[in-house]
């Protein structure tokens, strides 16, 4: 008995010291450190974006009052609204097109900047991110006098051609038109710096390989280019789907969502609805109604992502 | 000297007692107000109508002992909207604050009554017109009380020049200035006929067609002229009636007399309209009129504001009161009220109208004859009719008679705008009524 009492007893600091080594250790680990390091981000996350999107989702379970919970019933309403599904496809337009041609256009635009001897190449790289570098509350601005209904800029220059003037935010395709163009020159810029990096980190011998190959200017693209920056691409575009499905200030200041109601996406749809009209649970309804459809595209795009590391 | 001990037992009954004490009550320093009072007003248009509510606050505070601090809420951007909802939301805020039109029917239940105080003003001031009443009372409650500041209609703005040159109508004549309107030739067909001229001379009205405030008031007055009713008062959707059908074709005629780019226009659209000199006529409170009289004198000169034309049912003119309201979890009522009475008292009623150059509209019918709109100019007598001096015309707001919170979705919606611009477009007319069936069935959520 005393044996085993004494065991026991020499057992405990040992177990201590053991403890005091394993969290020694621990906080010697370069991920707990990390973790640590990352821990207010994470809480200051978890405070003004979870905290938030949880509440959303909690008001989006109240009637208008917000005096009694109806489950999904704001999400059933909305499904019988014409409006809902015009929001629904305006929104697929206005972020799939835009992404679309911001893609294609910052491929281009890194391309001709990558063959730009380096000295002056930094020039344009600044001058080419000037539209993503300004606020879009403010370029939009000046958009919108650009297309103003009677004083439009445009409308002055192409009358100065003599073309009819064109009714920029007053026709339902051209107001259409007038917010892709303005969102894929603000973010067309982000995809050229993206797309330039990648283009720099493809290496020379590659190229050099496929020209002693005898591989065109096309072949080089396709089989050297886009394989060397597929995973660039998707995690780009990825993030600019999310970005422009949930615009909300170029719509709002352009055309308010006008006219009859053609250019509302969620964002702006959801404002006016929860702020102005004073339905916040059908507001807060319609803005979680974007985490399917970009939850959707993040598994397909992501999968192919990791399915590609996978090979490599 | 003996010294007490102070036990833990007593010190900590005592702490309790004055916590309790300090909680309950903690700004009454007199029967009436005191304490702090935290106050959010609307940002004036009008540079220098600030001053003139700081300077007021700051007498009464002055003289009820009060710290008060006030924060000047714009409505660019719907930041008052954000300001009410969030405070809304969070139950805390502000012990005054400006709500426009809607937003006390939307959020009445959290709304101090005001019953004293209104019904002390009305007896004062005399009664509040039927809109007023509408958007601030529920039942027998009032729940806010009607502010001065912000306050407008948005009656027709003309140019007496090209009026007289293009379609032969003598505004000054029809609404002289000091007197009576003689005004029963100002009906919805002989507007529709001025604004064919005036379109034939280069001159067109300038009424937006888009989503925004401006908009959607016109076009309400203009259904209300016409009888249109799209929802009762008991809440039914009556939108498939003859009256509407009436009023969209005339809308259609008339939206062929105006700006293409109409359904594009914001309310800043018609202001610009008017400065700039390309049209007749816009849909305004006086707020265009001013900035012509700093940016384009010439214009300011010839601009004259009027009544609205009367149509088979009356004639309307689209009425916007802001409020004063008090949320019920305010830390300092008494002294809101107080304030809010000084506010509406007649002297301090004429100091924000004068500051505000005539823009703010006072609800109560003793206070609608100041000397600020007779003398108001160039030319003078400009503003003598926009404060519906003669009870010329009905105030009233796009949507009323269906229950406000019903209202205020189609006022939000711009559905009355939107069922004008598709009729105008080409959609049948069973196509546009149906339409607007269903989006106002979708307003009768609760």
Same mark, same amino acid.
Not at chain 1, 137 to 146: H, I, K, R
Not at chain 1, 241 to 269: E, Q, S, Y
Not at chain 2, 402 to 421: F, G, R
């Given at each position: 008995?005393?044996?085993?009492a ?24 370069k ?19 979870i905290?938030?999107?949880f ?7 109240l009637?208008?009052?917000m ?7 704001? @999400?059933q ?10 929001v629904?496809?305006?929104s697929c337009?206005f ?15 890194a391309?001709?900047?990558h063959?730009?001897p ?7 790289r ?16 000046a958009?919108?006098?650009? @297309?103003?209904p009677s004083?439009?800029?445009f409308?002055?220059?192409l ?20 917010v892709?163009?303005?969102?894929i020159?603000?973010?067309a810029?982000? @995809?050229?710096?993206?797309y330039?990096?990648s283009?720099k980190?493809v ?6 390989a ?7 200017w ?5 089989y ?7 995973n ?10 999310i970005?422009t ?18 250019t ?8 006016r ?40 | 000297?003996s ?7 007593q ?30 007003f609307?940002?004036h ?17 002055a003289?009820e ?16 909207l954000l ?15 400006a ?14 009554p ?8 009305i ?26 500041i ?13 009026m007289?040159q ?7 004549a ?16 002989n507007?529709l ?17 888009g989503?925004t ?13 016409f009888?249109?009713e799209?929802?009762n008062a ?20 008339l ?16 202001n ?33 504001t009027?009544g ?11 009425y ?11 830390k ?8 809010l ?8 009623v004429?100091?924000?109208v ?6 703010d ?6 206070l609608?004859?100041?000397?600020t ?20 015309q ?11 919170k ?9 559905t ?6 598709r ?6 007319m069973?196509k546009?009524l149906?339409?607007a069936?269903s ?8």
């Amino acid at each position: 008995m005393v044996d085993v009492a004494v065991e026991r007893n020499s057992a405990a600091p040992a177990q201590k010291a053991r403890k005091r080594v394993t969290l020694r250790t621990a906080l010697k680990r370069k991920s707990t450190a990390a973790f640590l390091m990352t821990l207010p981000l994470i809480l200051l996350i978890s405070l003004l974006v979870i905290y938030p999107a949880f509440y959303s989702l909690h008001l989006a379970t109240l009637n208008k009052s917000m005096q009694r919970f109806v489950g999904l019933g704001n @999400f059933q309403f909305l499904f019988t609204r014409e409006t809902f599904w015009l929001v629904v496809q305006q929104s697929c337009i206005f972020a799939i097109t835009a992404v679309i041609f911001k893609a294609l256009i910052g491929f281009i635009v890194a391309h001709f900047v990558h063959n730009i001897p380096a000295k002056g190449q930094r020039k344009w790289r600044g001058m080419l991110l000037v539209p993503w570098v300004i606020p879009p509350a403010m370029s939009t601005l000046a958009w919108l006098w650009l @297309f103003d209904p009677s004083y439009s800029a445009f409308n002055y220059l192409l009358a100065g051609v003599g073309v009819d003037r064109i009714p920029w935010t007053g026709e339902t395709g051209w107001a259409r038109f007038s917010v892709i163009l303005v969102n894929i020159w603000v973010g067309a810029p982000f @995809f050229m710096i993206m797309y330039l990096a990648s283009l720099k980190s493809v290496p020379d011998q590659l190229y050099e390989a496929a020209a002693i190959d005898g591989a065109n200017w096309w072949q080089r693209i396709w089989y050297v280019t886009l394989p060397m920056m597929r995973n660039i691409i998707a995690i780009t575009t990825l993030f600019s789907l999310i970005v422009t499905f949930a615009n909300f200030d170029i719509v709002r200041i352009l055309t308010a969502g006008g006219p009859l109601d053609h250019t509302h996406i969620f964002a702006t749809w959801a404002f006016r609805i929860g702020i102005e009209g004073g339905d916040i649970p059908l507001g807060a309804s319609v803005s979680l109604f974007m985490i399917p459809i970009l939850a959707i595209a993040a598994v397909f795009i992501l999968r192919d992502i990791n399915k590609r590391g996978n090979e490599a | 000297m003996s010294r007490k001990k102070l036990s833990r037992r007593q010190f900590v009954a005592a702490t309790a007692m004055s916590s309790a004490a300090l909680i309950t009550a903690p700004y009454v320093r007199s029967a009436n107000a005191a304490g702090k009072l935290n106050i959010g007003f609307w940002d004036h248009w009008v540079p220098g109508a600030n001053k003139a509510s700081t300077d007021l606050v700051n007498e009464w505070a002055a003289k009820e002992k009060v710290e008060v601090t006030i924060d000047y809420i714009p409505s660019q951007g719907n930041k008052n909207l954000l300001t009410i909802a969030a405070e809304a939301q969070a139950k805390s805020g502000h012990d005054i604050l400006a709500m426009p039109t809607w937003w006390p029917h939307a959020q009445a239940d959290l709304l101090e009554p005001m019953n004293d105080v209104v019904e002390a003003l009305i007896k004062q001031n005399g009664d509040v017109n039927g809109t007023v009443k509408y958007l601030g009372k529920a039942g027998d409650k009032w729940l806010a009380v009607p502010a001065c500041i912000g306050s407008q209609i948005k009656g027709p703005c003309s140019r007496i020049d090209l009026m007289k040159q293009h379609a032969g109508i003598d505004v000054q004549a029809m609404y002289p200035a000091g007197q009576e309107p003689k005004a029963d030739a100002w009906t919805t067909d002989n507007f529709l006929k001025a604004a064919e001229a005036c379109h034939k001379g280069g001159v067109p009205f300038g009424i937006g067609l888009g989503e925004t405030s401006d908009s959607v008031d016109t076009v309400g007055a203009f259904f209300l002229a016409f009888g249109a009713e799209v929802v009762n008062a008991k809440g039914d959707v009556v939108v498939k009636n003859d009256n509407v059908r009436q009023v969209l074709e005339y809308y259609k005629k008339l939206m062929s007399f105006l700006p293409s780019d109409a359904p594009a226009w914001d309310d800043g659209s018609n202001n610009r309209w008017l400065v700039s000199g390309k049209g007749a006529l816009i849909m305004n409170p006086p707020s265009a009129w001013a900035v012509a009289k700093r940016d384009a004198p010439q214009i300011a000169e010839q601009c004259w504001t009027h009544g609205f034309p009367v149509g088979p049912k009356g004639r309307f003119a689209p009425y916007l009161p802001y409020f004063w309201t008090a949320w019920n979890f305010g830390k300092n009522k008494p002294a809101a009220k107080s304030l809010l009475t000084h506010l509406s008292q007649p002297a301090a009623v004429e100091k924000c109208v004068a500051a505000s150059g005539g823009y703010d509209l006072p609800a109560f019918e003793k206070l609608t004859t100041l000397k600020t709109w007779a003398e108001e100019s160039p030319p003078k007598g400009t503003l003598y009719h926009y404060p519906n001096p003669h009870n010329h015309q009905k105030l009233s707001i796009s949507a009323a008679g269906a229950p406000p919170k019903v209202a205020q979705q189609i006022y939000t919606q711009a559905t009355l705008t939107k069922m004008c611009v598709r009729y105008y477009r080409g959609e049948a007319m069973d196509k546009t009524l149906s339409w607007a069936q269903s989006e106002l069935e979708g307003f009768m959520r609760s």
